[in-house]
């Protein structure tokens, strides 16, 4: 009784929302102009780069004391009035397993503006289980978000996607294969051993007219190039080879997906990773290239930072670059158990050493609980999802559309929701119930208050 009670609150609470009390629909996301930075000489190799975190550091997120909850895998850019838009993974709702959300900080990153789901899988594609581990780039005037997903049920298998958008919180198009906005395919598509990673974890570097992409590849980083001043970039896509090793020396493994981006004051490009993740040991590795395609270990950030971290990314500007002046952020998620993780935010500052930081047992990390929030009254609602991703229909079928929220709460919806887009020759719909009238399979778009989603219906008539 209790569930229930809680359920039609919530429902009733999500419907005050929508019609204005509270944070409303989507908002109209503030739309910065390209910071870019300049491509230098490369700096000086006798030099190692060092990143410290100042500080303890504050949580960005907090998961929900009841359903928990977590963002990892954070990209951030630094916008020129000095907000930073944030995308991370984050635990999905039916049908599929990640999104990626977006939302805006403020305040030095210490206050999080309102956060919607901006890129979701699409039902019945390639990319149907999940989109996470975000890469984020902004050049021509689009947003593009790099992610992993995969059609393995294990988790194994994946693949890089990429998907761009006007707006940093979307709605987002997707590579095509041949343009923008039809069912995703790869962009970098992993032709190797099903039974690992594969191609995973996108982060990118803008110099100049090349777009430098990284990934992981089946365990060490591949570096990739492109042309950028072509729209269809995907399709310009070269394989230059491995960047950063699976395992090196005494490190032994490297470490879990690596953010990349350019210090335009000291010459080289900068990468992060979270080495011996989820343990009481672990720390975030520095590694430094200068021409973008081979990398070097320099450091590591230890002191500060949170136990049993993992998935980690550095801030830069729009293009991937830390310019002299601007202020810069390390963040990842953390915690114990799988699945209900903080994310923590941390000040680095960036410098120079006549040597490698090379031993990180000389430095002790912090032992912080992870803190959970309290469910909210009014409801922040994160997207819309279909109860299933794919219906089969003889003859009729009831459908539900349920508005999902930052408690990791679904609601009903139970009116003005939309339907669009599928083809009357197979499926009629009135109401919220599917008749099919023909034999086949058709995408049926569903919108309720701006939030968007879609699902796929196989119909035989009957």
């Known amino acids: ?26 908002a109209q996301f503030y739309q910065p102009g390209d910071l870019t930075g300049s491509v230098t000489e490369p700096g000086d190799q006798s030099q190692y780069l060092q990143i410290e975190a100042t500080d303890s550091g504050w949580d960005t997120y907090k998961p929900g004391r009841v359903y928990g909850g977590y963002r990892y895998g954070p990209s951030m850019i630094l916008n020129d009035d000095g907000t930073i838009d944030l995308w991370s993974a984050a635990n999905g709702t039916y049908g599929f397993w990640d999104a990626i959300a977006y939302s805006r900080l403020y305040k030095d990153g210490k206050i999080r503006g309102k956060e919607v789901f901006a890129v979701k899988p699409t039902p019945g594609s390639q990319d149907d289980l999940s989109c996470c581990d975000p890469g984020v780039i902004k050049f021509g005037g689009y947003y593009y978000v790099g992610y992993t997903s995969t059609m393995d049920q294990r988790g194994v298998d994946n693949d890089v996607y990429v998907a761009r958008s006007k707006k940093p919180g979307g709605p987002y198009e997707k590579w095509d294969g041949n343009g923008w906005g039809g069912d995703p395919v790869p962009l970098l ?72 981006k350019y210090v335009d004051a000291f010459g080289r490009f900068v990468a ?34 949170a136990r049993k971290l993992h998935n980690c990314g550095i801030s830069g500007r729009s293009d991937g670059h830390i310019c002299e002046g601007d202020p810069v952020y390390l963040s990842y998620g953390y915690g114990p158990g799988w699945g209900t993780w903080g994310t923590r935010m941390h000040h680095v500052t960036l410098s120079l050493a006549d040597a490698p930081k090379t031993h990180p047992e000389n430095e002790q990390n912090l032992d912080i609980p992870v803190e959970t929030h309290k469910e909210r009254a009014i409801p922040e609602i994160l997207t819309i999802a279909a109860e299933q991703p794919t219906y089969n229909v003889e003859k009729t079928q009831q459908i539900w559309i349920f508005a999902y929220d930052s408690d990791n709460f679904n609601s009903p919806i139970l009116t003005g929701i939309r339907y669009s887009g599928y083809d009357r ?38």
Do not use: H
């Open 425 to 462: 020759s197979i499926i009629r719909i009135v109401g919220n119930t599917v008749f099919a009238v023909g034999t086949g399979t058709t995408r049926v778009n569903a919108c309720w208050n701006g939030y968007t989603c879609s699902f796929v219906v196989n119909a035989v008539k009957a």
């Open 189 to 260: 598509d992993w032709q190797g051993d099903p039974n690992v990673g594969g191609a995973m974890e996108p982060s990118f570097v803008l110099m100049g007219d090349t777009l430098f992409i990284y990934n992981n590849w089946g365990g060490p980083v591949l570096v990739s190039t492109a042309d950028a001043t072509d729209e269809n970039w995907p399709a310009t896509v070269v394989m230059r080879g491995e960047a950063i090793p699976d395992t090196y020396g005494d490190i032994g493994d490297v470490g879990d997906s690596k953010d990349v």
């Open 272 to 305: 992060v990773c979270t080495t011996r993740r989820f343990s009481d040991e672990s720390y975030v590795s520095v590694w430094e290239s200068f021409d973008g395609l081979t990398f070097r270990p320099s450091g590591f950030v230890k002191t500060n930072t």
């Open 1 to 26: 009784m209790t569930r229930i009670f809680y359920m039609v609150v919530k429902t009733l609470l999500v419907y005050l929302t929508v019609l204005g009390v509270g944070t409303g629909g989507l």
